[in-house]
């Protein structure tokens, strides 16, 4: 009987051994496929009652799924930073957060596996903000980089965001008819 226990317990072992390789395996593989970044640098520019307004974040949430070459973001627009107090009061008094989501795919297949001159295109672009989506066109390009001993990429993307799809004319009353967005990340290949 106690030879049958040990037995037992060898092959709980074995097995819970093997369901954390697994696990680990399963995990480590899923991590490579996921390029994560939520300290991204977006700048964004408008007119506000007729005057220049220049904010920027440093927290921009950046997903690059290196299978399907989608890249999701997500920016919570009350970490914004600019030199007008009139905004930075109208974003913190604000209670629930202003979470602007958008998603793309990057049209080449291969820009992270070799060596590439610029790719320029017109990125379709979806956003979601307070409960609507819209989609909008940003020209971006991927640019080919050597980082360190690693190849990888600079993805940079710049263009105009209506205010009227985006509701922001509520929570900054004054701003224009557009918001200009510029932004670039940095991307590592995967090995």
């Given at each position: 009987?106690?030879?049958?226990?040990?037995?037992?317990?060898?092959?709980?072992?074995?097995?819970?051994?093997?369901?954390?390789?697994?696990?680990?395996?399963?995990?480590?593989?899923?991590?490579?496929?996921?390029?994560?970044?939520?300290?991204?640098?977006?700048?964004?520019?408008?007119?506000?009652?007729?005057?220049?307004?220049?904010?920027?974040?440093?927290?921009?949430?950046?997903?690059?799924?290196?299978?399907?070459?989608?890249?999701?973001?997500?920016?919570?627009?009350?970490?914004?930073?600019?030199?007008?107090?009139?905004?930075?009061?109208?974003?913190?008094?604000?209670?629930?957060?202003?979470?602007?989501?958008?998603?793309?795919?990057?049209?080449?297949?291969?820009?992270?596996?070799k060596e590439h001159d610029p790719i320029n295109f017109n990125w379709l672009v979806s956003i979601t903000y307070n409960n609507s989506t819209y989609n909008t066109s940003l020209k971006?390009?991927?640019?080919?980089?050597?980082?360190?001993?690693?190849?990888?990429?600079?993805?940079?993307?710049?263009?105009?965001?209506?205010?009227?799809?985006?509701?922001?004319?509520?929570?900054?009353?004054?701003?224009?008819?557009?918001?200009?967005?510029?932004?670039?990340?940095?991307?590592?290949?995967?090995?």
């Amino acid at each position: 009987m106690i030879n049958a226990l040990k037995n037992k317990s060898r092959i709980a072992d074995f097995i819970l051994t093997l369901l954390f390789a697994l696990f680990i395996n399963y995990y480590t593989v899923s991590a490579q496929n996921i390029y994560r970044n939520e300290n991204g640098h977006i700048q964004m520019m408008a007119m506000l009652r007729d005057k220049p307004l220049k904010a920027e974040s440093h927290k921009l949430a950046l997903y690059l799924d290196y299978g399907s070459k989608e890249l999701n973001g997500t920016l919570d627009l009350k970490t914004l930073s600019t030199d007008n107090p009139e905004i930075m009061t109208n974003l913190n008094e604000e209670e629930e957060p202003l979470i602007l989501r958008f998603s793309g795919s990057i049209p080449s297949t291969d820009f992270l596996s070799k060596e590439h001159d610029p790719i320029n295109f017109n990125w379709l672009v979806s956003i979601t903000y307070n409960n609507s989506t819209y989609n909008t066109s940003l020209k971006a390009t991927v640019t080919h980089i050597y980082f360190s001993s690693s190849m990888s990429c600079v993805i940079s993307a710049h263009g105009q965001i209506l205010v009227s799809d985006t509701g922001l004319d509520k929570v900054i009353p004054g701003l224009d008819k557009t918001i200009d967005v510029q932004f670039a990340q940095t991307v590592l290949k995967l090995d």
